[in-house]
C-alpha cells in the first residue's frame, strides 16, 4: 500500500505560479512511475506529467510543456509540481499518482495503482 497526500493548490492569476507537492509514504519501493493528473468540471481525467522513479525521466503532456516542471524533492519520497504562467485553462483538481513498472502507457490512468485525494487549483482573474 502506498498512500499518497497533496498539498499547495489555491487561488492564482492568470500568468502567475504555484507549486504542488505529493508526499508519499508506505510501501514507497514499489513505486517506478510517479505521475500528476487533472480533471477539470464534465471533463475525464487527464494526464499532466509524470517522472520515472529510479533515473528522474520526464514526460509531460504538449498542453504544459515548458510551463510545468516535475521533480522529485532531494530529501524523501516527495514529488513536485512546479507550475508558472498558468492559465485559466489550468483549473482543475489535480491528482497524485503512482504506480509499478509497467507495459502500459505513463499517460494512461491504468499505469497507477495509488491516487491521491486531489488538490484544487483555479486560476483566474
Known amino acids: 500500500q502506498v498512500r499518497l497526500v497533496e498539498s499547495g493548490g489555491g487561488l492564482v492569476q492568470p500568468g502567475g505560479s504555484l507549486r504542488l507537492s505529493c508526499a508519499a509514504s508506505?510501501?514507497?519501493?514499489?513505486?517506478?512511475?510517479m505521475g500528476w493528473f487533472r480533471q477539470a468540471p464534465d471533463k475525464e481525467r487527464e494526464f499532466v506529467a509524470a517522472?520515472?522513479?529510479?533515473?528522474?525521466?520526464?514526460h509531460y503532456s504538449d498542453s504544459v510543456k515548458g510551463r510545468f516542471t516535475i521533480s522529485r524533492a532531494d530529501a524523501g519520497n516527495t514529488l513536485i509540481l512546479q507550475m508558472d504562467a498558468l492559465e485559466p485553462e489550468d483549473t482543475a483538481v489535480y491528482y497524485c499518482?503512482?504506480?509499478?513498472?509497467?507495459?502500459?502507457?505513463?499517460?494512461?490512468?491504468?499505469?497507477?495503482?495509488?491516487w491521491g485525494q486531489g488538490t484544487q487549483v483555479t486560476v483566474s482573474s
Open positions: 499518482a503512482s504506480g509499478p513498472m509497467s507495459t502500459t502507457s505513463i499517460k494512461s490512468t491504468r499505469a497507477y495503482s495509488y
Open positions: 517522472i520515472w522513479w529510479p533515473d528522474g525521466t520526464t
Open positions: 508506505g510501501r514507497t519501493f514499489r513505486m517506478h512511475t
